[in-house]
Nanobody, 128 residues
Framework: QLQLVESGGGLVQPGGSLRLSCVTSGASLDYYGIGWFRQVPGKEREGIACIGSRDPSRHYADSVKGRFTISRDDAKSTVFLEMNGLRPEDTGVYYC?????????????????????WGQGTQVTVSS
């Protein structure tokens, strides 16, 4: 079964950038669609970016469109979330999650209940 470990979070000033990594193990990443979610206390987990398996499609929440970029390197078993132009409202715990495995191409959604495997999360704090 695929396992996920996030890293790259931290404290950054507004307007700054961070690059989150989601390193996977235990199975072949290319059979899985991957999503990035974030959660703040008192709010539901929010899907912000997802990328298909064996499909170049990517989807972004309106709140991050044009600022965040999701990418994957299946050879390195890693999915990335490049975050630019960070705002205080981007603060939260960021999780990567896997939907799969699927034998063919598959594009995940932002429904967290579709994802079977989750990482432990990494904290991102945007503050001056």
């Amino acid at each position: 079964q695929l396992q996920l470990v996030e890293s790259g979070g931290g404290l950054v000033q507004p307007g700054g950038s961070l690059r989150l990594s989601c390193v996977t193990s235990g199975a072949s990443l290319d059979y899985y669609g991957i999503g990035w979610f974030r959660q703040v206390p008192g709010k539901e987990r929010e899907g912000i970016a997802c990328i298909g398996s064996r499909d170049p499609s990517r989807h972004y929440a309106d709140s991050v469109k044009g600022r965040f970029t999701i990418s994957r390197d299946d050879a390195k078993s890693t999915v990335f979330l490049e975050m630019n132009g960070l705002r205080p409202e981007d603060t939260g715990v960021y999780y990567c999650a896997a939907d799969g495995p699927y034998s063919g191409s598959y594009i995940p959604s932002f429904d967290p209940y579709e994802y079977r495997t989750w990482g432990q999360g990494t904290q991102v704090t945007v503050s001056s």
